[in-house]
């Protein structure tokens, strides 16, 4: 393959425009691939190690794919549109539906370009589907947010109880 070995990380679609963008070269990703075997997103493995900031790779998607970015902290999700669909089919495509209007449904997704996501979508709701672009903890949190509310809360809870926790030296 000419841009990378396919299917090493989750977000193939990612990988490949980077690479066609020349954003990173075929010797970064390789060294990437090989050193992040374990990761399963590159967009992860790219801001946890400062190579992109996550709005430096959401302005890419914007400006090089034309896929408008939607920050799902500024959208409220109407939880009937959400009854569409499955947990599971949600989090196997990392999207949510943001929006019905006419005959074309609104959809914030990490992976934008994935057409098996989009033709699934249209079968379910026979609409056309327009897809944003959205960072996947964003997605992931508002899909445990409607669908596993008391999980999401603990989870929170769990983690600000984690950060609040004072150690006391003796």
Not at 49 to 64: G, H, M, P, Q, R
Not at 98 to 122: D, K, W
């Amino acid at each position: 393959m000419k841009y990378g070995a396919k299917g090493i990380f989750k977000d193939d679609w990612l990988t490949q425009a980077l690479l066609y963008y020349q954003i990173i070269d075929e010797g970064l990703y390789q060294e990437l691939a090989q050193r992040f075997s374990d990761r399963r997103y590159l967009f992860d493995v790219l801001v946890e190690n400062k190579y992109l900031t996550a709005d430096d790779i959401a302005e890419f998607v914007e400006s090089a794919l034309k896929i408008k970015r939607v920050d799902l902290d500024k959208v409220e999700i109407d939880p009937a549109l959400l009854k569409m669909f499955s947990e599971d089919l949600c989090r196997k495509y990392l999207f949510v539906p943001i929006e019905i209007n006419g005959n074309e449904i609104y959809v914030a997704s990490f992976s934008p370009s994935n057409l098996t996501a989009e033709q699934e979508i249209e079968n379910i709701t026979g609409k056309y589907v327009k897809t944003y672009f959205a960072f996947r903890n964003q997605i992931e949190q508002a899909i445990s947010a409607y669908y596993s509310p008391d999980k999401l809360i603990d989870s929170l809870v769990g983690k600000s109880a984690k950060r609040s926790t004072v150690r006391v030296s003796r």
